[in-house]
């Protein structure tokens, strides 16, 4: 206590150093003050709450990566360079930083740099992006000649590396609501050098834009809570409200219902989310398949998350990734 007194005349305010000599002697007189509620975590109760409820084994570990920093990680565009290439060129510009460990594309650098800093980013070697996300087009799989739609696109990463996996094959298109989120679109895809049909509309309403031509593959990544990303949006927490939840899923469930129509039987549709709730996961896919016979699924056999009963959870920090969900499902003949 002495030498916090003592610091208050060192700061050059001797006449701080009774009050502060007053309030320590009078925190020592009333002792611990017991909590009045438990800790959150940084986190909203609800939202603590919830996680534990679906992770309860790995929530604290959850809660933990939310908190830390996120990784910067890049997408090497594999049609113009090998990420051992590009990990030579990082090396030469004193850049040092490792493959990544799940995703066939994806370098992450050892400390963050502005994106001007990168060698080759304004000529689309690269794209940042995490490595979780990067699982998406390798999950759906597209082959040359395929058409594809991505759903919910912007702000274009996926629809990126959609284009750089068929090398100016096949034909991509792209759905967002929003006109300035879908502007942002062309300008990625610009600097990758790459096209694709980009259509401002309302995903969940295909009658207003579809030609009627059936999709090879579709990617919905589509809008959530955004629970997986805490760590790189840490406003997250605070933003978002318990009563978003249960919106948020009925939105999701319009949305696969609306699209699975566009999808030609053989064909496979990825279902994404950036969530770790269960009821924007699980219980979406659930939905569909209660209502859609030729709906199947494609068990999603990889080393990287932790199987559900319908797909594959990323929980935050695991691989040192985003918390991303996947579910794959093909059409196949109804009975």
Not at 222 to 236: E, N, W, Y
Not at 246 to 255: I, K, N, P
Not at 318 to 324: A, L, R, V
């Amino acid at each position: 206590m002495s030498a916090t007194v003592e610091g208050a005349r060192a700061l050059g305010k001797p006449w701080a150093s009774g009050l502060v000599n007053a309030v320590l002697r009078g925190a020592l007189r009333r002792g611990p003050v017991a909590p009045s509620a438990p800790p959150t975590y940084e986190h909203p109760a609800w939202l603590l709450a919830r996680i534990q409820q679906d992770w309860p084994q790995e929530w604290a570990n959850i809660v933990t990566a939310n908190n830390a920093h996120p990784p910067l990680s890049l997408r090497v565009n594999l049609s113009r360079h090998s990420p051992a290439d590009y990990l030579a060129l990082l090396d030469a510009h004193g850049l040092p930083a490792r493959p990544g460990r799940c995703a066939p594309t994806a370098v992450c650098l050892e400390q963050p740099v502005a994106v001007e800093r990168l060698p080759g980013f304004a000529d689309g070697l690269v794209s940042v992006q995490d490595e979780a996300a990067q699982l998406a087009v390798q999950l759906l799989a597209p082959a040359a000649g395929d058409a594809v739609l991505d759903a919910c696109a912007a702000p274009g990463g996926k629809t990126g590396h959609v284009l750089e996996t068929l090398a100016g094959s096949g034909r991509v298109v792209c759905v967002d609501h929003d006109t300035e989120r879908s502007a942002s679109i062309a300008a990625n895809l610009e600097r990758l050098g790459l096209h694709a049909e980009i259509i401002v509309g309302d995903a969940a309403r295909p009658c207003d834009w579809w030609d009627h031509t059936a999709f090879d593959r579709i990617l919905l990544d589509a809008p959530c809570s955004a629970t997986g990303v805490i760590r790189r949006h840490p406003d997250i927490r605070f933003h978002r409200r318990a009563s978003d939840i249960e919106r948020l899923a009925a939105t999701q469930s319009h949305l696969l219902r609306a699209l699975w129509p566009l999808l030609r039987e053989g064909g496979l549709l990825l279902y994404a989310t950036c969530s770790i709730l269960r009821v924007e996961n699980d219980d979406v896919v659930a939905n569909l398949l209660a209502g859609a016979p030729d709906a199947k699924i494609d068990v999603i056999e990889h080393g990287w998350g932790r199987a559900t009963r319908y797909g594959r959870q990323i929980l935050p920090g695991d691989e040192d990734m985003d918390g991303f969900y996947y579910a794959l499902l093909r059409k196949g003949a109804t009975l």
